[in-house]
């Protein structure tokens, strides 16, 4: 009888094992929620960013802060000392390319 109450406690031992482990690779597996995806911590998600960004990748998204590129006041003066419709408009263009971020590599 003895015998027959070990062999029974192992099996449940073993199902019990073997349950575990397939639990644990079905949750492995579940695809994220946009629930999920809204717990991440900042630490969570620079672990992801090490994970899937090699040193390229990484130097080519950095944030780079936009170069400021100012206006030549000299030309400026000189076209509207000069005055006509053509300067006006090269004028205007000057303005408009001085208040536009340049951003590049």
Known sequence: FFCMLYDLTMFRVVLLVVLCFQMATIEAGKQRTSKDWSKLTEKDWDRIEE????????EEYAFRPPEKTGINMEELQALQKAGGAKNKKKIKEMIEESQVPQSGP
């Not at 994970?51 to 990484?58: A, F, I, R, V, Y």
């Open 51 to 58: 994970e899937w960004e090699t040193p390229e990748e990484k």
